[in-house]
């Protein structure tokens, strides 16, 4: 199927932003946890900025990731296949039954944890500290739902 001109543009772009966002925060996330990530490394943010910027780092990019997938990217793609754009949850559950996401469940989880990371980096290292490493656990899974999304745009001659 093909898009009409500026519909094609913002599938490409889209893409092309997709892509680069998976590749940096693959890149951050293991920076941040080569040596593994400690309740005593969330403590010592405030007095190692270099730390603090990997952490900041790594919940920017693996919010703006899902941002991009699931808010802009996944409307764009439903439209494209002549799909009506709807609720977030509702966008989530078509893609996961045209096997673009693993599971709506999974991707609500990570959703959580992101706002876990962005509110609770000042308050408390222990929920931060086990939110971030949810989010390790996590980036496999969000890497692999934007890869799918590439793929299948190529696929589909729309990348």
């Excluded at 039954?97 to 990371?117: A, E, I, P, T």
């Amino acid at each position: 199927m093909m898009l009409e001109p500026g519909f094609a543009s913002r599938m490409q772009f889209l893409v092309r932003v997709v892509r680069k966002e998976a590749g940096h925060l693959a890149a951050t996330d293991r920076r941040l946890f080569a040596g593994g990530f400690t309740q005593e490394d969330a403590v010592r943010l405030e007095s190692e900025p270099d730390l603090a910027e990997r952490v900041d780092a790594f919940v920017g990019r693996f919010s703006r990731l899902q941002d991009t997938v699931g808010d802009k990217l996944l409307p764009v793609f439903l439209i494209a296949l002549g799909e009506t754009a709807g609720a977030a949850i509702d966008n989530l559950d078509r893609a996961e039954r045209l096997g673009l996401l693993d599971s709506v469940d999974d991707w609500m989880v990570m959703r959580k944890l992101r706002n876990q990371m962005v509110h609770e980096y000042v308050e408390d290292p222990t929920i931060l500290c086990s939110a971030l490493l949810a989010g390790h656990a996590f980036v496999p899974a969000l890497i692999g739902v934007a890869d799918r999304f590439v793929a299948e745009a190529g696929r589909r001659g729309w990348a």
